[in-house]
């Protein structure tokens, strides 16, 4: 995994601080202290420019799913680019890739689908399908059904609309978020939201009241759609209980309120089954998916949208004139080289199946090594998915103070220890998500590293007053 460099080395670490406007960062931290730059990847390792070696168990952003240095990928990337790099897919213009990948992505929808519309980015495609439940009610003659119903801690993208759909504050602040349309209900998370001594029956009942009574507050005439991750990832990594989908999919069906499966960080084999819809029951109007499509090895992303939405679309471009939304980049020919190559690797390597094993093994690591530490209220997760959230006390559950940014620290101490992980917003958790192609040895030694960074921390927080052991 070496760098090859000709001529003059560059001081990239003061190129960027120059330069470079990173997402989603500290960013006075950043101009003093510099990147981390990572130059060479294989499997489930990264390599910095030092030539230090990183256990990557977030899989970039929960997303390159088939591992690093796929040579299938980059050859049919190639090959398209050689052929035809681009060509643009606006007034009925089309080229092959797109096609065959609209047509693969339909064959392997958890649902029934009838249409694929291309984008750049979970983002936009979110954006998107906002677009269209807006389109949709116009044409239906419901011109006031336009609110969006999301959830606390849920992550939709960073869109002006998007961002607002998210339920982490952090994406609010600063930014006038979220306009008045976006509504949220609560989060099926257990930990912080169920009573003491409730059953999984009645937090589910709870759940799905506290969402028609948002619905009824709103006016039914007024909501459109509802937006959820079948798992919720950046929010926490949070597993609905059982139950939870049909209750709440009772109320939308009751109110006419479609509802989008954001399956940008499910899709493709996380939860061990191809999307997460149908690991947890879902019956979504409208698909989003991204990340895992191309396992980033390029910016894909696809709104999948079901027959009932595309012909009353269709009914109201009749009406309205060229259908006025698209990209650029949207059906981008090299990009759907790469999904279909990377599909094919999931495929012809059995990687989903292989995921919700190498899941069973994770989570039980994660048990072993956690479920007992006195700082940590919860080791949850599905599939090749998990988290360890960290609590000040664990009877009843009390936050840490969010200034200690406990989760952060384990992440910053996992890092030095050779372990990418992720310290999550709203909350003091770590998150895993390793490529399919972990082995078992590299589990153990993810979750080794981990526990290492989480003794570090929590020996520190106990000599600073901050946590009693």
Not at 365 to 378: E, K, Q, S, W
Request: proline share 6%.
């Amino acid at each position: 995994m070496s760098f090859p460099v000709t001529g003059p080395v560059p001081d990239l670490n003061d190129l960027d601080r120059q330069f470079f406007f990173h997402p989603f960062t500290a960013l006075s931290d950043h101009e003093r202290d510099g990147p981390l730059v990572m130059v060479g990847g294989e499997g489930v390792w990264l390599e910095d420019t030092r030539g230090k070696r990183y256990i990557d168990s977030m899989a970039g952003l929960w997303c390159v799913n088939v591992g690093y240095g796929r040579r299938e990928i980059a050859d049919a990337m190639h090959a398209q680019a050689m052929k035809l790099a681009y060509y643009h897919t606006f007034a009925s213009m089309s080229t092959d890739a797109p096609i065959l990948l609209a047509q693969k992505l339909i064959g392997m929808s958890p649902v029934p689908m009838s249409k694929v519309f291309f984008g750049n980015s979970g983002s936009d495609a979110n954006d998107t399908q906002v677009k269209l439940v807006w389109y949709y009610n116009n044409a239906r003659g419901f011109p006031l059904k336009k609110k969006i119903i999301a959830r606390r801690r849920g992550y939709h993208g960073v869109t002006v609309v998007t961002a607002g759909m998210t339920g982490l504050p952090g994406l609010h602040n600063g930014f006038d978020l979220p306009l008045s349309f976006i509504k949220h209900t609560t989060a099926p998370h257990r930990l912080w939201e169920a009573e003491p001594g409730q059953s999984d029956a009645e937090f589910v009942a709870k759940l799905a009241n506290d969402l028609e009574q948002l619905i009824l507050a709103e006016g039914p005439e007024t909501v459109g759609a509802m937006i959820m991750e079948p798992v919720m990832g950046a929010g926490g990594v949070i597993v609905p209980p059982e139950g939870y989908y049909p209750a709440i999919q009772k109320i939308l069906d009751k109110y006419d309120v479609l509802l989008i499966a954001d399956e940008v960080i499910c899709g493709f084999g996380r939860l061990g089954t191809m999307f997460g819809t149908e690991a947890m029951g879902m019956k979504p109007d409208l698909i989003t998916v991204a990340k895992g499509v191309t396992s980033a090895y390029v910016p894909l992303s696809a709104s999948l949208v079901s027959e009932r939405v595309w012909r009353a679309i269709v009914s109201g471009s009749d009406k309205l004139g060229v259908f006025g939304h698209g990209f650029t980049y949207s059906g981008h020919p090299i990009a759907a080289a790469a999904a279909l190559a990377n599909l094919k690797i999931i495929e012809d390597d059995n990687l989903v199946a292989q995921a919700g094993a190498r899941g069973e093994v994770m989570h039980r690591y994660l048990r072993a090594a956690f479920a007992d530490h006195p700082a940590v209220g919860d080791v949850r997760g599905f599939g090749l998915i998990g988290a360890v959230e960290f609590v000040a006390e664990r009877n009843p559950a009390k936050r840490f103070d969010p200034a200690l940014k406990v989760g952060l620290r384990v992440a910053k101490a996992a890092l030095a220890n050779g372990l990418i992980t992720r310290g999550l917003p709203d909350g003091d958790s770590i998150a895993f998500s390793p490529p399919f192609v972990i082995s078992e040895d590299e589990i153990a030694e993810m979750v080794k590293r981990a526990r290492l960074a989480v003794d570090q921390v929590f020996g520190e927080l106990k000599a600073e007053g901050h946590w009693k052991g």
